[in-house]
């Protein structure tokens, strides 16, 4: 049944001129300025050469120079006065950067911060930003070095040249200069993906951030040296291939074997006994001034299978020629299947050939302290313990690409994810058909195509489908070698939907080892791997297939967000959620309720479900704990 009085309040409101109130996680409250966010920001791929460069920077907001939202200026001109300093890397919005202050789509910030290398003849230096919101241009000293669109996944300049230029000679010495970077960002008056920000918050729409909001770093690298890394484990046959890719920085060509040693096997902090086995790949012609893809392969006898429950990980060093890195794997596979126990029509998920009853919960990663930014790896850590402890084994993480520490996190600690894409698009979602006909006759909703009249999406234009697919396959690149994750969301909810037969296809250019959710929600498009529904206000159901022979796999991809304010531990007076309780009593047993009744679904065919939420966030107060992460506002945990 549908509870329409229940819908009708849930319209969704934006409350601009609502003012956050100063809120601190425990981790945000005993942060060290001196040592933020000082964990090695890329797990997947180590090196010893490694110095952070988070911490104080001066910064300036300036009017932007140029009309083009999309411009970022290659002249560095940081303005003659900073405005102060800015804790980096905590975005000008957020309460720990030190500014508070909202960046608008016509300003630039600027930031610079001294830079201090010692230079070694035939070594590279690489300047990596985990993230920047939304486009930056960076100098080194007074010259260009590079610039990024893109709000949620890594990029590097090689920044080598710059230093050298800054030297007075040729022999090896320190090199003190200066590091300057321009961002600008411009939110929902562009078409860019940026997931729930908006400067026009409310209802289920949060703060917008932008700016450096993950952790910048420099590495020095020999001149023939690997670049990135894909690793594919196969449980079937226990074949292990590492995939790298090389550059040749050095002006003559070079021929070498990529080498790789399974190093050890352990599960938590629990070091295992594990027969050493080495790879080496055929010798690969690398030309000067070019790169290489560059693979080897062999097999691990009777590996040992990653789950939640056992999340084994095997580390590897990786070589060729002088450069080493380390990195790790998991065996494990995520797919589809017949359920062998003849329960349901259609299929379900299955982690190593085993039916897996995904028990979800949404997690939008937002922070009062630090908006999109963790406060620490502690917190991060907290949040994957807190959602194992309330008994689920996924995270969704919903419309943001995390710091990569966090998925390592969940590789060590167990905890499958759900990733969702980042949607970008119109400055307002047309709530008619984004929300209200789908919530009201989702089968109405799933007959509407995106690939006509795409104003109904907002999802017009080919500046914006360019932008999302940009930023869709940086995304996989950067995290498809994380064992933990078990599929990708295509679309959420029809926002900036278009093509998405074609997408899904287009994600699977990259990888095509996991599952694909093509269309949480609705305006099903009868592709992907899953029937994706989100139930607020509906009795929990299994989701119905879309035609005869649709056998996806059905999965409650959203449902739940009962709402409990507790006012002390909210940085809003104001509350949203699709049902809200007066007491603690009645907030758990809605929670166990609703829960229980999505668990008593697979018997009979469910293949998983997400619950929202975590955490609060701003004014969305659903959260199974507080914004601040200080109370857990459920008994799930007795």
């Not at 819908?7 to 934006?14: H, I, N, Q, S």
């Not at 080493?324 to 050939?353: M, W």
């Not at 930023?471 to 995290?479: D, F, I, K």
């Not at 959203?558 to 507790?566: D, K, L, Q, R």
Request: glycine fraction near 6%; aromatic fraction near 10%; charge should be negative.
């Amino acid at each position: 049944m549908f509870d329409f009085k229940r819908a009708l309040a849930c319209a969704l409101v934006t409350h601009p001129t609502d003012q956050l109130a100063p809120l601190l996680t425990v981790w945000g409250e005993n942060l060290n300025p001196q040592s933020v966010l000082q964990e090695y920001p890329r797990p997947q791929m180590m090196r010893s050469s490694y110095a952070n460069l988070n911490g104080w920077w001066d910064y300036a907001i300036r009017p932007s120079q140029d009309d083009n939202l999309y411009a970022t200026p290659t002249i560095c001109e940081f303005p003659a006065k900073c405005d102060g300093r800015i804790l980096v890397p905590f975005s000008p919005e957020a309460l720990l950067s030190g500014v508070s202050r909202q960046l608008n789509p016509r300003e630039t910030l600027w930031y610079r911060r001294s830079l201090a290398v010692d230079l070694k003849p035939r070594c590279r230096y690489l300047l990596h930003f985990e993230a920047v919101d939304f486009q930056c241009s960076c100098f080194v000293g007074e010259r260009f070095v590079g610039s990024h669109r893109g709000g949620y996944a890594p990029f590097s300049f090689d920044v080598t040249e710059a230093l050298w230029s800054c030297a007075s000679d040729s022999r090896e010495q320190n090199v003190k200069t200066s590091l300057t970077v321009a961002v600008s960002d411009p939110s929902e008056f562009g078409v860019q993906p940026r997931g729930k920000q908006r400067l026009e918050r409310g209802s289920i729409w949060c703060t917008a951030q932008s700016g450096i909001w993950q952790t910048v770093w420099l590495e020095e690298v020999p001149e023939l040296y690997v670049e990135s890394l894909e690793v594919h484990a196969d449980i079937d046959t226990g074949q292990l291939r590492v995939a790298a890719q090389v550059v040749n920085e050095s002006q003559v060509d070079a021929s070498y074997p990529l080498k790789v040693r399974v190093a050890g096997l352990h599960v938590g902090d629990e070091a295992l006994a594990c027969v050493p086995v080495s790879l080496e790949g055929e010798i690969s012609h690398i030309p000067a001034k070019g790169t290489c893809r560059c693979e080897a392969t062999g097999f691990v006898k009777a590996p040992r299978l990653w789950s939640p429950d056992a999340p084994f990980l095997y580390d590897l060093d990786v070589s060729i020629a002088t450069d080493a890195v380390r990195t790790y794997c998991a065996f494990r596979l995520f797919s589809v299947e017949p359920d062998p126990a003849g329960r349901a029509q259609g299929k379900i998920i299955c982690l190593n050939h085993e039916p897996f009853f995904m028990r979800g919960v949404l997690d939008q990663g937002y922070w009062p302290d630090g908006l999109l930014t963790a406060p620490s790896e502690e917190a991060l850590a907290f949040d994957i313990w807190l959602a194992r402890n309330l008994g689920f084994n996924t995270m969704r993480k919903h419309l943001k690409v995390e710091s990569a520490r966090w998925y390592f996190l969940c590789d060590a600690m167990g905890m499958v994810v759900w990733q969702d894409m980042v949607n970008g698009g119109a400055r307002e979602y047309p709530a008619l058909y984004t929300s209200y006909v789908p919530t009201m006759v989702p089968w109405a909703a799933n007959h509407m195509s995106d690939c006509r009249n795409l104003s109904r999406f907002g999802a017009e234009g080919e500046l914006m489908h360019r932008l999302w697919m940009e930023g869709t396959e940086e995304a996989v690149r950067h995290l498809r070698s994380f064992p933990c994750i078990a599929g990708w969301t295509v679309f959420n909810e029809a926002w900036g939907q278009f093509h998405a037969r074609d997408m899904t296809a287009f994600l699977r250019r990259f990888d095509d080892t996991r599952l694909i959710d093509q269309t949480s929600g609705w305006c099903d498009q009868g592709g992907g791997d899953l029937i994706s529904e989100h139930n607020y206000f509906r009795d929990i159901h299994v989701p119905r297939p879309r035609h005869l022979g649709d056998v996806r796999a059905p999965v409650i991809s959203e449902f739940g967000g009962c709402a409990y304010h507790i006012p002390a531990h909210s940085s809003l007076e104001r509350a949203y959620g699709y049902k809200m309780a007066q007491s603690a009593d009645e907030f758990d047993a809605e929670v166990s309720q609703v829960i229980g009744e999505a668990d008593a679904l697979e018997p009979v065919g469910l293949a998983g479900y997400v619950y929202t939420q975590l955490t609060d966030v701003e004014e969305e107060v659903n959260g199974l704990a507080t914004y601040d992460r200080r109370v857990v506002k459920t008994h799930l945990t007795d």
